[in-house]
């Protein structure tokens, strides 16, 4: 047996990851367990539970693959530090985030509670872009491809392209600091008044609100194409002086101001959080989407032409823009497509496990990541405990009576808390720790964002869909299991589903399959026999905090929002506290 330990550490979106024999056994990120959003730090409480959940006691560990290299493009690193001479604190920051890396066994031990000797596990440092495209290759279906890893920055780099075949693949290219397309994305959505680590998302749901032709010659100067790659006009940033002022003291990770006065000479006064969204924040947005496509299209295009491949596999933080891989496949010579459902930096713990077991042990590929249910499950014991503890009464329906009733009661308006089976790794809930609701109300969006998720009002909802039925709702009707691809919705269908169709016609939708999650399949399926729309409005199962992982977590939110009803696998409650 071979156990390798996959970790994202001191990095935004920590988390773990565990393989053992080529499968990936367990995966998930550490703000599910210390219930920080985006903690970097070490993560600390989902290794220990990777490795419990795969019985793999500490001195049985074979390796211990971290996504960050220290080493990794350091000469460049070095040339720029003697030309630019960065400050003292930037240079103090990066050394002691690198000495963190480099004591990785130590943390390790410590977190789980035995001596350093104890751990017998050989360290593998893997760059944090090679640990991205490990992670959507590797796990992909495809034996060839090319892969694209686009993010804001890790070691040095923002982007790499490479080819994968087998178990092997050879980076083609790399734009390295200061340029990057994530760094582009931020930058413009800090200006538009959205500061926190991962407000990018937003910005992707406000921009179809805009006219994008208004500023997009504005962002094509900010952004330029250059060759198969791209480079940002430098005029526009403050992070290539001061370097990308990122800190979280073991908290949520926070990024300093990284938009020049030129940004706001070229586009005016910064909207500061909390005011009002008018058409012109709305154009800035959709014009920085826009550019942000292009420039993905040109990447992606070119990739292709070099290459010559069918293929295309995605990771790194910026492949989580649903809209630009949206159009990867009718606009590029692509046909298949693969998006690691954890894209952003906690796919990286997957990734650098796979980059040991396939590219340094040599081994071949058998594993597929066909679901993103990696994280931690729950004994019905555990289910009816949550209830109880809290003094609710819940019933145990069988599964026949569950999902029909379940079905009646979402057909009927009523809002339902779905807890089922294994937690998800990466972003987006799907099914096991979701928030789901009748998507042919118009005002189930309100209804919502008034008694439970209270976001913006301008971000959409999301749709899943039984598989089969996709080409008869939107205009694509490829595979989308992991909620990273929006399509157009069919005109005949828009005002059939207006909750989850966004203003300009689409939908960040999930296909949903029988044989991979079949509990949420067979809910839609049942939705769908009693309305004729085999559709569940999806939106993740949290409040503002990261998204539940225990069964007392669920019932906490069930209690503090206002959701009707609550399911823990076959218990079901309401909300006045009465079993269903
Ligand atoms: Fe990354």
Redesign the pocket.
Known sequence: MTTILGLNAYHGDAAAALVVDGELVAAAEEERFNRIKHVAGFPALAARWALAEGGVAPEQLDHLAVSRDPRANVGQKLLRTIRHGPSARYLTARLRNAAKIRDVRTALADSLGVERGALRARVHNVE?HRA?VASAFFVSPFADAAVLSV?GF?DFCSTMTAVGHDNSFRVLERVLFPHSLGIFYTAVTQWLGFPKYGDEGKVMGLAPYGNPEKHLEAMRDIVQTSGNLFTLNLDYFTHHDEGVDMTWDEGSPTIGRIYSDRLVQALGPARESGDAMTSHYEDVAAAMQKRLEEVYLHIAGRLHESTGATNLCLA??VALNAVANGRIRPETAFDGLYVQPAAG?SG?AVGAAYDVWNQTLGSPRAFVMTHAYTGPRFSDEELAAAFAAAGISARRLDNEELFRRVAERIAAGDVVGWFQDRMEFGPRALGHRSIVADPRRPDMKDVLNARIKHREPFRPFAPSILAEETAEWFEQDYTSPFMVLVYKTRPEKRELIPAVNHVDDTGRLQTVERDVSPRYYRLIEEFGRLTGVPILLNTSFNENEPIVRTPVEAVETFLKTHMDLLVLGNYVAERDGAGA
């Open positions: 944090h991205h993010d890790g790194g933080g930096d990286t």
